[in-house]
């Protein structure tokens, strides 16, 4: 009796955190591919609003007040933005990411923001025209987590449990853990009759 216990019991188990994990993980995957995507539109708008207020900054202030005013907007926003002139010179005399002029470039030939893989972490270029006539680029670094953020186009892109292995952990042991106390039941109802 307790080997047909056992037996029902680690078989409704087995199947219940399989069809689990297949469920969050398919469900996880499928949600950071598209999420990117949606939103988009929304961070291109935020880039042009921070360039407008950035430009402003520097060409009333100049560069150490935009350098300033960068910084207290990264300690809001967990991001960093990099203001560039048409010249490819960032204007705050911050560091700049050595792949970082050919993105900037691309984003003076186009209205479109771009987005990039620099070093592992995403970037956002937007061009924007100064209220002078000028012309400048922001660039903003993506922070991790957020919903703009795309993965990197690496087996970890397709696969989230390689780059967020606690997570996923803590999300399949909440399968494991739960069908677990739901199988005991099953099995111990199944095997009642028997007994």
């Given amino acids: 009796m307790r080997t047909l216990y056992l037996k029902i019991f680690v078989w409704f188990w087995l199947a219940m955190v399989l069809v689990g994990s297949v469920f969050v993980i398919s469900a996880a995957t499928l ?4 999420v990117s995507d949606e939103w988009r ?6 880039l042009a609003m921070m360039a407008n207020r950035a430009i402003e900054v520097y060409e009333r202030e100049g560069g150490e007040a935009l350098g300033e005013f960068l910084q207290s907007s990264e300690r809001r926003t967990r991001s960093t933005q990099l203001l560039f002139n048409d010249e490819l010179e960032e204007l705050a005399g911050r560091d700049v990411p050595d792949e970082a002029s050919d993105l900037v470039s691309r984003a003076f030939e186009t209205d479109e923001t771009i987005f990039a893989q620099l070093q592992r972490r995403q970037f956002a270029a937007r061009f924007v025209e100064g209220p002078t006539g000028s012309r400048y680029v922001i660039m903003s670094q993506m922070p991790r987590g957020r ?49």
């Fill in 41 to 46: 539109p929304m961070i291109g708008g935020s």
């Fill in 147 to 195: 919903p703009g953020r795309r993965p990197p186009r690496t087996l970890g892109s397709y696969f989230f449990w390689l780059d967020e292995p606690r997570e996923v952990l803590i999300l399949l042991f909440a399968v494991a853990a739960t069908s677990g106390v739901v199988c005991y039941g099953l099995a111990r109802y199944l095997v009642a009759p028997v007994q």
């Fill in 31 to 34: 949600m950071r591919q598209d």
